[in-house]
């Protein structure tokens, strides 16, 4: 590690007796005893991770056809039955030869370095929204798959604890420590030139053609500072002067005198009547509950099915009955034999989706906090159609 | 450098001003007086008069609505989804050096957690004499120290790499915060726990969905590293970590675990998902850096910039911006007017601590022509913060992350200012 100018600076200030010391401490004798020992079914519940070696790898197999089916029920739904990842979702496959290319792909084939890596992610953060779901065995399972899908297997092909070393990516050799400090250092440590370190400039690209950047509504970049000259006329008047929309949903009662008018469903169609007298405070909490829905449910005005439908009006509205959704057979039976979306079948539904209607492909856990699903549904109900 | 506010060009102006008579600096409080009487002073006010807030009117205090402007911004189409994304600080608002919790970028792999102290437990196993579980008040047992770092993401400026791309340096600069932590170093607790002889990198994973487990070599865990439990001076927020994170001085913000649970000692790096997939920098040649931990020197100007530009017209005008290296401590800002041909150097003002922001002021007398501003900081390695196409001519446009080049700003004539980049 001592290439590293890190260390390099931390040696030489030590040398010139210069040390800083921001992390100095009294000097203690010995441990304090604090803390206890770990158990070791402790450890295993937790130390989950599995080394470039296999170092950590838990015993189990699975092939490339089971992993095509666990892969279509709990990974599908973002990543695309072929690993090919829906809208801009991570692509798992694919890519090769693409690194030199100006939009490289980076998949398992094309870019990861280690297997270790593909078993030790999917079992401990996949799948999204759902993370330490997928069974040990699962787990080999998909990894085989994402191997075949990678045209790096076979389709008989199974992965277990046994052959998992065996394995070599593709890229394996593509990546090599940090060198800025032999690379790039010595051409970057040099005098300041002060005057006339270049011949004149001109523009050359400008952010403004892009026109990317998140604008008020005056057009301007967000969050651009107003005028001080202009401001105090507004703060004459806090109750006719709407604060700026989006500090409408964050702050918590900028004017008191606008409150009820705040019940916010940014971007939504007008709500139904029969919500007006909806608790405000349970629909603003709801909406915060919302952004864990809101990965794969587009809400408000123009929006698009996504990785789930749209959920404009889904209370009141029959099971998978959405325009242009793929629903699993499960909903349409469910919205064929009647079955409506009102707060008792949302609640039961979020409470436990893949208990209340098996084999749906929603990849998520469900919300534990009863307070949480009623918020949400409230917030449901203040969406318009 | 020194700490002195008045500037060569400063006295120049009023030398000027009082030749030229007054009346000749456009601006809303002088246009004001010229019309007769301020009423704001002649006629009694209603704040002057009767009673402001009780105390208690806020428990706990949020800024004046006036500033309701000043918050986190995202830009939504950078991920697919809010609860594996990011947001900007709008260090175009802010001044000084500490970023208050409330407003300082989050990036969060799998949302923010709600985790009490009650329910925390951090877990150190692996090469180890005696595996241990801490509970909360374990760590609050031990030793603590107190450091001031900044924390950089290390995508930050990553949508610039292919040229100037959005409009503000909250949007371009603003995946950093810099905050006073107080906490208990790493190394007490891994000596607590004795490491083996065998054990050479350090491993960090969240109690979240995510994990986001990220390695460290022995020598930087026993180095800086901190547990930290308090940020400027109160607990840290939800979205930063509570009720403990970890602080790693200099080194890219990914390794900042939030939440954390479990501290591992391993004789190789694990190779997790975010120390491959994601946060390794490719190059040209189609092969790819790993371990790019450190965070280069850079600058940038906070103001002006475009979403704060010039209103006040020709005359006194205050640059100021913000400097930092994770490789040690800032030791010179210099500001450019034309794009980079002449330069002269800013005053640091306050402390330059080691790997934290340095802020850093120039006063001109803006003659109302067009300007090309940058700002190029250097720190007591003797690097010197290179353009953008310095870094490119090395690593090509798709390395992602690190990008540290000098910012360009366009401020013209009628004080507006846009990003640009020029050659």
Known sequence: MSKLPEFRLTAALVASGLMLGSLVTPAIAGKLGLGREALPEEIAAWDLSVLPDGKGLRPGSGDVATGEEVFAEKCAACHGEFAEGLDSWPVLAGGEGSLTDRRPVKTIGSYWPYLSTVWDYVHRSMPFGAAQTVSIDETYAITAFLLYSNGLVEDDFVLSHENFTDVKLPNADGFYPDDRPQTEYPLFTKEPCMSNCVAPVKVTKRAIELNVTPEDSDGRPAGSLPPIGAQPDKAEAPAVVPPPAETQVAAASPAPAAAPAQAPAPAATPAPASVATADPALIEKGMTVFKKCAACHKVGEGAKNGTGPVLNGVVGAKVGAVDGFKYSKVLLDAGAGGMVWDAATLDAYLTDPKGFLPKNKMAFAGIKKEDERAAVIAYLASLGK | ?423
């Open chain 2, 1 to 423: 450098m020194t700490d002195e506010p008045v500037s060569q060009s400063r006295r120049g102006f009023l030398r000027s001003t009082a030749l030229a008579g007054a009346g000749l600096v456009a601006g809303a409080a002088s246009a004001r007086a010229a019309a007769g009487p301020d009423p704001k002073i002649t006629e009694v006010q209603d704040w002057a008069s009767s009673f402001g807030d009780a105390v208690d009117a806020a428990p706990y205090g949020m800024p004046i609505r006036f500033e309701s402007h000043v918050v986190r911004r995202n830009v939504e189409w950078l991920t697919e989804s809010p609860v594996s994304s990011i947001n900007f600080t709008p260090i175009h608002a802010l001044e000084g050096t500490i970023t208050p919790q409330g407003c300082a970028f989050e990036r969060h792999h799998s949302g923010a957690i709600e985790l009490s102290k009650q329910d925390f437990r951090l877990m150190i196993n692996g090469l180890v004499e005696k595996p241990l579980v801490f509970t909360f008040e374990d760590l609050l047992r031990f030793p603590r120290s107190v450091t001031t770092a900044f924390c950089e993401c290390a995508a930050n400026g990553g949508m610039e790499w292919g040229g100037a791309q959005l409009e503000g340096c909250q949007y371009t600069q603003g995946m950093i915060h810099n905050m006073e932590y107080t906490g208990v170093p790493l190394r007490l607790l891994l000596e607590e726990a004795g490491v083996k002889p065998e054990g050479k990198w350090v491993y960090a994973e969240g109690a979240d969905a995510s994990s986001n487990g990220r390695s460290m070599p022995l020598e930087k865990a026993m180095d800086d590293v901190m547990v930290a439990f308090f940020a400027n001076g109160e607990a840290l927020r939800k979205e930063h970590g509570y009720p403990a994170r970890l602080v790693v001085p200099g080194w890219e913000g990914n390794m900042w675990v939030k939440w954390l649970r479990r501290i591992a000692v391993y004789d190789q790096a694990v190779e997790s998902r975010e120390e491959t997939s994601k946060y390794t920098d490719l190059m040209p040649d189609g092969r790819a850096r790993k371990w790019t931990w450190v965070m280069d020197a850079k600058s940038v100007i906070t103001s002006p910039s475009p979403q704060v530009p010039v209103r006040h017209g020709k005359g006194p005008l205050v640059i100021t911006g913000l400097a930092w290296s994770g490789n040690g401590r800032i030791t010179r800002v210099d500001v450019s007017l034309d794009g980079g041909v002449n330069w002269q150097p800013a005053r640091i003002s306050g402390d330059a601590k080691p790997k934290a922001l340095t802020r850093f002021h120039l006063d001109i007398d803006w003659n109302g022509e067009e300007m090309l501003l940058q700002s190029r900081a250097m720190d007591d390695t003797g690097y010197l913060q290179p353009t953008k196409d310095e870094l490119r001519k090395i690593r090509g446009l798709n390395n992602v992350y690190h990008n540290n080049g000098i910012q360009t700003w366009w401020v013209k004539a009628d004080g507006e200012v846009e990003n640009v980049e020029v050659a």
